[in-house]
Antibody, heavy 116, light 113 residues
Framework: EVQLVESGGDLVQPGGSLRISCAASGLTVSSSYMSWVRQAPGKGLEWVSVVYSGGNTYYADSVKGRFTISRDNSKNTLYLQMNSLRTEDTAVYYC??????????WGQGTLVTVSS | DIVMTQSPDSLAVSLGERATINCKSSQSVLSSSNNKNYLAWYQQKPGQPPNLLIYWASTRESGVPDRFSGSGSGTDFTLTISSLQAEDVAVYYCQQYYTSVRTFGQGTKVEIK
C-alpha cells in the first residue's frame, strides 16, 4: 500500500524559512515523478514543483528562486525547502506522486502559516 | 504557462440528473507524437486531498464509478457525471500535464439542487 506522509508545517514569520517533508512507503521516491501541490485556505489547488526520476526539477513562477524541491533516496523522503516566505504562501502543502504527470497518490497535507 | 479555465464556477444539480463541467486550456494539450491529451480530472471533498478520477482526458482511474466520464481534445474538455449521487458533492478540478510546469483549473463546486 502506498502512503505519503507530510510533516514539518508550522507558523513562520514573513521572510523566514521552513523545510517540509514527505515520507513515502510502498513506492520509491527516486524512481517516481514527485510533486508538491498547495491549497490556500478556502481556495483552489496550485501546483508548486516537481522532481523527475532523472533529477530534473521545475517550479511554478510564484515560487521560483525561493523554493527548492529535493529528495533523500536513503530515507525515501521528498522535501520542499521554502525561503523568503510570504503571507501568500500560507497553505496546506500536499505531496503527490504520479506515473506520468497526473497524480494518483496524495498525502494528507501539512499546514504552513506565514504570519507576523 | 498554460492557463486552465473551468466553467461554471459552481452548479447545482438534482439527484439523478446529469452534471457537466467544462475545462478550457490556453493552448492545446494534445501531443502529436502519441495522440494523447495530457488532461486529468480530480474530485476533492472537504478536509480531504484530491482524488484522481480521469487521466488522458478520458481514461477512468481504477475504482472510479462509471457515472464519471471525460471527453474532449485539444483545448476543450468536459467532465460528465451522468446521474448525480449525494456522495458526488465536491469540488472538481482539471489539470494539464502537457508541460513540465503543471497547472490546475480554478475548480467547480457541485451541489445538490
Amino acid at each position: 500500500e502506498v502512503q505519503l506522509v507530510e510533516s514539518g508545517g508550522d507558523l513562520v514569520q514573513p521572510g523566514g524559512s521552513l523545510r517540509i517533508s514527505c515520507a513515502a512507503s510502498g513506492l520509491t521516491v527516486s524512481s517516481s515523478y514527485m510533486s508538491w501541490v498547495r491549497q490556500a485556505p478556502g481556495k483552489g489547488l496550485e501546483w508548486v514543483s516537481v522532481v523527475y526520476s532523472g533529477g530534473n526539477t521545475y517550479y511554478a513562477d510564484s515560487v521560483k528562486g525561493r523554493f527548492t524541491i529535493s529528495r533523500d533516496n536513503s530515507k525515501n523522503t521528498l522535501y520542499l525547502q521554502m525561503n523568503s516566505l510570504r503571507t501568500e504562501d500560507t497553505a496546506v502543502y500536499y505531496c503527490a506522486r504520479g506515473p506520468g504527470g497526473y497524480y494518483n497518490y496524495w498525502g494528507q497535507g501539512t499546514l504552513v502559516t506565514v504570519s507576523s | 504557462d498554460i492557463v486552465m479555465t473551468q466553467s461554471p464556477d459552481s452548479l447545482a444539480v438534482s439527484l439523478g440528473e446529469r452534471a457537466t463541467i467544462n475545462c478550457k486550456s490556453s493552448q492545446s494539450v494534445l501531443s502529436s507524437s502519441n495522440n494523447k491529451n495530457y488532461l486529468a480530472w480530480y474530485q476533492q471533498k472537504p478536509g480531504q486531498p484530491p482524488n484522481l478520477l480521469i487521466y488522458w482526458a478520458s481514461t477512468r482511474e481504477s475504482g472510479v464509478p462509471d457515472r464519471f466520464s471525460g471527453s474532449g481534445s485539444g483545448t476543450d474538455f468536459t467532465l460528465t457525471i451522468s446521474s448525480l449521487q449525494a456522495e458526488d458533492v465536491a469540488v472538481y478540478y482539471c489539470q494539464q500535464y502537457y508541460t513540465s510546469v503543471r497547472t490546475f483549473g480554478q475548480g467547480t463546486k457541485v451541489e445538490i439542487k
